[in-house]
């Protein structure tokens, strides 16, 4: 059970706690003691929205990019490395077809190597973000509305561009 249902229900309880207290005549002090109860239980509703937004905003940030970082993100980042492996593996090739020089055949090829082990970083960094934002979603479950809209989404068309390992 997410937790935000969580405390959807136990501000059901409370609240149906408070009602049974007032109609039986309970203590003042008593029922103020459950009054407080009771706010402190609806309290925790909005700051579960705000941790899904913010997990949201997270993952758009990391995902979509934020201009504040130079627009670096994950998916510009990963299609930039794809790019780089083409142009220099076809440098590469050029380089052995020209006959190059074997020590700067073998740094080109380094550069090659370099750019192929940004891919599956990339890869596991997007598939981490993807899980963040999975498991707020999964502890907000049973919660509607325009975040939670937008973040299954934005899982949605990740997924759909780069497949991961438990999509």
């Not at 109860?37 to 909005?46: A, K």
């Not at 510009?76 to 020089?101: F, I, P, Q, W």
């Not at 919660?143 to 989404?153: L, N, R, Y």
């Amino acid at each position: 059970m997410g937790i935000l249902h969580s405390y959807e229900k136990e501000v059901e309880r409370e609240a149906a706690k408070t009602a049974a207290m007032k109609d039986n005549g309970a203590d003042p002090y008593d029922l103020k003691q459950q009054e407080n109860v009771l706010g402190e239980s609806r309290m925790m509703i909005p700051d579960c929205h705000k941790r899904l937004e913010a997990a949201l905003a997270d993952l758009k940030s990391t995902l979509i990019g934020n201009p504040g970082y130079g627009n670096r993100m994950i998916v510009k980042e990963l299609h930039s490395y794809e790019k780089e492996v083409e142009r220099e593996a076809a440098k590469t090739a050029a380089m052995k077809d020209n006959g190059a020089d074997p020590y700067d055949l073998k740094q080109q090829e380094n550069v090659l190597g370099e750019s192929r082990m940004m891919i599956p970083d990339c890869h596991k960094r997007l598939e981490a973000a993807l899980a963040d934002l999975k498991s707020t979603l999964a502890e907000l479950e049973e919660t509607t509305g325009p975040e939670v809209e937008d973040a299954k989404k934005t899982v949605a068309d990740v997924e759909k561009q780069f497949p991961t390992e438990d999509a």
